[in-house]
């Protein structure tokens, strides 16, 4: 399935049993597009003892990620429509913690767009991780890379996100600068890297270079940590619809006044089949 081009090998295990040992190297070898499927990584949809399903994800290099937004649409189009739920709304344990999908029917009954709450975004520097003080935010940041420095802004949507404001999204250096911040030493579990450019107060332009798969058509989590950093660096307000424009097509990211973060986007099946 993909969520906007982000595309994920997604393994029902309520139904296939796994090795718990042999799932990063399971990641890298149906993600190879040569010897394998290809795709952006492997997600897991299982039981759970806390919602009615448990997401995991690991990225095309087999790390295990905490959160996964285009995948949370993916996982709960393909729930619903399995029977695995029987609610339009319903929880997702994520190892990021919980959000709740719901899913809106077209007129043939099938599930063509999710909304996730994908609640609050973690803002202090410990959260990312990154190092430095512990309880500081990180806004606007000069961050040396090189011989240049850069403005940075942290948000951890359960997994980190470090985002770069530029004046031309076509011009964002993701596959030169995205790497060099990605294994960084300042964050010791590395980071998914966002260039965003601001084109209103409800309308970004958005590119990544995702931890542990890089350049990826669409990032759920990416995109509303590129939310929080523009209303953070006053190029927008909470309360408001934002069009978040990615490779692979639109999310509509709204930061309530209320302090959670909604994601709205589709979800699309690819093709099913079974491991040999
Ligand atoms: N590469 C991410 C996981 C996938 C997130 C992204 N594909 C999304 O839709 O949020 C990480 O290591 O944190």
Known sequence: MHGLGNCYIYVNMFEEKLEESQLPSLAVKVSNVNTGIGSDGMILICPSDKAPI???????????????????????????????????????????GLVQAEVHLNENGEVHLITVDMGEPRLKRKDLPMLGEEESLV????????????????????????????DDIEKSPVTTLGPKIEKHEKFPEWVNVEFVEVLSETELNFRVWERGSGVTQ????????????????????????????LLGGDLIINWTEAGNLLMTGPAEYICVGELV
């Open 218 to 245: 669409a990032c759920g989590t990416g995109a509303c940590a590129a939310v929080v950093a523009a209303i953070l660096n006053n190029y927008s307000k909470k309360g408001r619809e934002v069009t978040v424009h």
């Open 54 to 96: 448990k997401m995991r994800v690991f990225n095309n290099d087999g790390s295990e990620a905490k959160n996964c937004g285009n995948g949370l649409r993916c996982v709960a189009k393909y729930v619903f429509e399995n029977k695995l739920v029987t609610d339009k709304v319903f929880k997702i344990e994520t190892l990021g």
């Open 139 to 166: 806004i606007n940041e000069p961050f040396p890379v090189d011989e240049q420095t850069y403005l940075l802004t942290g948000v951890s949507m359960g997994n980190p996100h470090a985002i770069l404001f530029v």
